[in-house]
């Protein structure tokens, strides 16, 4: 597995767009509610990548994604893409 | 394993007031993240508008003053010109900027003031119930056009971007939007470039305006508010650099 995200479900709002967006589908919405009435994201993290879209898009900024250290080379020369390699190893 | 994208120092860790699926949550996001990228945290002064981001400052962990609607751009003109040393940024969406504030942002275009402004045109007034703005697409559904917005009678969506870009007194105007992560990637690289443009000290105004989706007065989902910026909204406020 080269990626893990993390979510604070009791922040989630329950919006949906991290699930539209995963390309894995691997975020699924739950079946129960938290404390504020939100059927809130769940990480399967099941096939993740770490490609961190869901974090991109998340309105509420609570979805924390993390690499296998290995891994992520493969990944930024993979992506190829000027802008994500970028904001990915600044985070690191 | 090791973290590649967590919340970024500058977004206070805590939870906003916006509805699901609202674009200021991805606005206010990527502005945190450009301010700590640029390490100017210490010296910034934001200036939030009247409307849903009228609570702007409890979520962005540098200083900031709260205005009367539309009033921002004249307040940073004063901000600026009494520290120029401070970069000063005025968060405003299009009810607060298109409309109560056009005189104020287009008198401090026109008089060339170094400000950055973050413009998030989410095509009506969110906080009063959804009201039609000047930005409201024609045909589009609002709390006070209920029969769709009509050229006759209730005008035109208001270009504010194209007629500040032809004012000299604007470095750089760009328009983007939050539809997907490769567009929330390019507002952001847009931002940066705005403040960037300010500490270089660029002689004039930069805007970003943020096409951003407000699904409780769209009355769709955050997925399909998406989609319709991408498919609708972008016809009539076309996404591209207009200025420098
Ligand atoms: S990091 Fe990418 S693959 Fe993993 S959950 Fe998020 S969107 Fe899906
Ligand atoms: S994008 Fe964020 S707020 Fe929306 S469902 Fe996913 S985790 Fe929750
Ligand atoms: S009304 Fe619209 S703009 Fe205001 S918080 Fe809700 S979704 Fe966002």
Redesign the pocket.
Known sequence: MA???SIDTERCKGCGL?VM???????LTAPDSNQNGYFPAQ?T?A?????????IVCPEGI?E?CWDDAERIRIVEIAGKPDAPRLIEEKA | MKAV?KRTPVLKDCPTHYCPGCGHGIAHRILAEVIDELGIQGRTIGIAPVGCAVLAYNYLDVDMIEVAHGRAPAVATGMKRTNPDSIVFSYQGDGDLAAIGTAEILHAAHRAEPLTVIFINNAVFGMTGGQMAPTTTLGQVTATTPAGRQARGEGYPLQVSEILALLPGTVYVERCALSGTVSIKRAKAAIKHAFELQMDGAPGLSLVEVLSPCPTYWRMSPGDAMKWIKEEMSQVFPIARLKG
């Open positions: 990626g893990k995200i991290c967006i995963c390309p894995k589908k691997c975020i990480a993290n096939g993740c990548t770490g490609c961190a879209q869901c974090a979805i994604v | 994208h």
